[in-house]
């Protein structure tokens, strides 16, 4: 399994990014993909998950109103849109697996996740 982050840069304070998340080998029909972030000297956090199939997400409460995860099915990616961007969403963002999450609920842990990509860079100067 290959996930692989793009999008990632530098930013003022209140602009917008998207990053993406390129997914490959195997079905993701019954998995969940997810983001998180880790921030220098902090523990690595949970942002956004989507069932990849419904579409159904959650995200960490910080995130609701500002971010907004998605997915398309036909090039096998997820995105995480970020708007109103503050310095303190400074960090390295990840994408993750979960795999075959149809039968219980997204999760935020990130012990729950099989797969991670090598993460891409967002710094948001003020």
């Known amino acids: 399994v290959q996930l692989v982050e793009s999008g990632g840069g530098l930013v003022q304070a209140g602009a917008s990014l998207r990053l993406s998340c390129a997914a490959s080998?195997?079905?993701?029909?019954?998995?969940?993909l997810g983001w998180f972030r880790q921030a220098p000297g902090k523990e690595r956090e949970f942002v956004a998950a989507?069932?990849?199939?419904?579409?159904?997400?959650l995200y960490a409460d910080p995130m609701k109103g500002r971010f907004a995860i998605s997915r398309d099915r036909e090039k096998n990616t997820v995105y995480l849109q970020m708007n109103g961007l503050k310095p303190e969403d400074t960090a390295i963002y990840y994408c993750?697996?979960?795999?075959?999450?149809?039968?219980?609920?997204?999760?935020?842990?990130?012990?729950?996740?099989?797969?991670w990509g090598q993460g891409t860079q967002v710094t948001v100067s003020s």
């Open positions: 989507i069932r990849w199939s419904g579409g159904s997400a």
């Open positions: 080998g195997r079905s993701f029909i019954r998995d969940a």
């Open positions: 993750a697996c979960d795999k075959q999450t149809s039968s219980r609920a997204l999760s935020q842990d990130r012990n729950d996740y099989d797969y």
